[in-house]
């Protein structure tokens, strides 16, 4: 045998011996902790923005719907022009996570609520107004599965894509 053809012999027998040793390994979910920023408005009856949302998520593409892990942290910005609505009372954000079958009722598996502003307590603003929030995704949540049965601990979904972060501006 050639010096070539012996070290080639040599490494296949080294790369085997090598694999064998490789320990075995599982899968993980990524940790990566980037995040892309998805940007919603509300036009009034003529045509201009007076409501955005701002949220961040892990979604790879702002395009896209948001995507959150169970135990994840959303956060973002809720901004109100003040200036183009009239008799606003109070800001507030929510997450809810549902499930529904073709011709049956959604059942609603977490609802997530944060009140961001009160009229009530701060009297009428003017202008841009924002405020910042962060809403915590829990692990698992309580769930009956018909009503007013006895309400089970189910984790959540591992991934939630397509969630619709709701956000209300209460007016009089």
Known sequence: MDKRAEAQATAVENRNDSDAELPGYTRTASTSTSTEEHVYKLDDSKGRPWIWLHVKSRA??????PLFYERDVIQGTVEVDFDKTDGAKAVSIGVTGGVTAVGQEELNFLNISKDLWDGKLS????????????????GETNVADRPKARADPYRLPPTFTGIVTSFELQRS
């Open 60 to 65: 790879r593409d702002k395009k896209t719907w």
């Open 123 to 138: 009297g009428k603003p003017k202008g841009k107004l924002s405020w910042p929030f962060s809403i915590s995704l829990p």
